[in-house]
């Protein structure tokens, strides 16, 4: 099976990794929120899941108590050694395995938050929720963005409505120059 955007992928995957070797917490931030908008753009739900992995990366860091705890070095070795599988197996464009170990990662995540978290709601779902809100005011429909993402749309919609992003904007653009700019972008 071949894995759509591996080059695109692979690249993103060795700057994660490298930055959350290097503890470069803001810079992981950073990166989620370029990928979330290539997701958009793509319409790839494995950049976003890229973005989302960035993200949740990011705010590992960021936890005092958890960066400190005497097994942290441990289990960050752990999450090193997965995200290094994942550049391996989009090396050789093997997407089975790929798709095995994104999800332990998220699993080995979730161990992590489970122990450490303080928050009823995973680090996970947490990532899920913004980037897919973040997908929305970027343009992408509310199914869209939920797919993008895998958040619950209920959930989403609740967020979505908690936030002031839609009091801070101004006139959108209307139907014809969304059109136009579509129509510039792809050179037609």
């Known amino acids: 099976m071949h894995i759509e955007n591996r ?29 979330m ?50 550049v391996l197996y989009l090396e050789h464009d093997d997407a089975k395995r790929f798709g095995k170990t994104l999800v332990s990662l998220h699993n080995r995540i979730e161990r992590i938050d489970t122990r450490f978290g303080r928050f009823v709601q995973s680090l996970i779902d947490k990532a899920r929720v913004k980037y897919a809100s973040d997908a929305y005011f970027l343009g992408a429909s509310l199914g869209q963005a939920a797919a993008l993402t895998g958040a619950d749309k209920k959930t989403l919609l609740e967020y979505i409505g908690a936030t002031k992003l839609h009091d801070k904007e101004e006139r959108g653009k209307g139907i014809a120059e969304r059109l136009e700019a579509l129509k510039k972008a792809l050179g037609v």
Do not use: C, G, P
Request: proline fraction near 0%; avoid cysteine; glycine fraction near 0%.
């Open 37 to 86: 908008k290539e997701a958009v753009q793509e319409n790839s739900r494995l950049i976003a899941q890229q973005s989302i992995i960035a993200y949740v990366l990011h705010k590992i860091l960021t936890k005092e108590h958890i960066i400190k705890a005497r097994t942290w070095s441990k289990n960050k070795r752990e999450i090193i050694t997965v995200l290094k599988k994942l």
């Open 7 to 35: 080059l695109e992928l692979l690249k993103n995957m060795r700057i994660i990794l490298k930055l959350f070797s290097d503890n470069k917490e803001m810079e992981l931030r950073i990166k989620a929120n370029e990928l």
